[in-house]
T-cell receptor
């Protein structure tokens, strides 16, 4: 069965600094990896995905993520954080066989002005 | 505009009452899902459906029921058998069944049992 670990419950970063939100995964075969963002009392919004191809994936709002197969990681990054990036971020994984998406427990990002 | 509509957004019920949460999509997606969100626990899958008139249990299906009579609709009933129903419920859909596509989420329904 697949699983996702987001080791940090909370990440704090100053506005303008780079940010990283960590994610590691476990899955049989090739992973399908996703990042989502959630604002308070709202649904999840899709940021980016990795299925195949380049290990560096670019997504919405200036976010990117790097797929590292040997470390089974898919960390979310942004070169310069904005206060408006403050939200709850979820990493998710599925296998290539069509099983449902499995989500991590989420990381709360706080960007301080 | 295409999207997923969940209703109601907020719902209060007494213990022992069944509650039905509505989820409608106009994205022409084949697959639909219900997740439950609790603080610090991420999203947990309740039920999912890949095609009309078919659905499968997720990780926490006990105390819940669903139907998929139309492609556009996937209502979730929270029954009195669900021991701790207070939570934020999220409906989602995806294109092409379960292969490859990202999930599109509704805005959620917050259920509080008094």
């Amino acid at each position: 069965a697949q699983s996702v670990a987001q080791p940090e419950d909370q990440v704090n970063v100053a506005e303008g600094n780079p940010l990283t939100v960590k994610c590691t995964y476990s899955v049989s075969g090739n992973p399908y990896l996703f990042w989502y963002v959630q604002y308070p009392n709202r649904g999840l919004q899709f940021l980016l995905k990795y299925i195949t191809g380049d290990n560096l994936v670019k997504g919405s709002y200036g976010f990117e993520a790097e797929f590292n197969k040997s470390q089974t990681s898919f960390h979310l990054k942004k070169p310069s954080a904005l206060v408006s990036d403050s939200a709850l971020y979820f990493c998710a994984v599925r296998d290539a066989q069509g099983t449902p998406l499995v989500f991590g427990k989420g990381t709360r990002l706080s960007v301080i002005a | 505009d295409g999207g997923i509509t969940q209703s109601p957004k907020y719902l209060f019920r007494k213990e022992g009452q069944n509650v039905t949460l509505s989820c409608e999509q106009n994205l022409n997606h084949d697959a639909m899902y219900w997740y439950r969100q609790d603080p610090g626990q991420g999203l947990r899958l309740i039920y999912y459906s890949q095609i009309v008139n078919d659905f499968q249990k997720g990780d926490i299906a006990e105390g819940y029921s669903v139907s998929r009579e139309k492609k556009e609709s996937f209502p979730l009933t929270v029954t009195s058998a669900q021991k701790n129903p207070t939570a934020f419920y999220l409906c989602a859909s995806s294109i092409g069944g379960l292969r490859g596509g990202e999930l599109f989420f509704g805005e959620g329904s917050r259920l509080t049992v008094l």
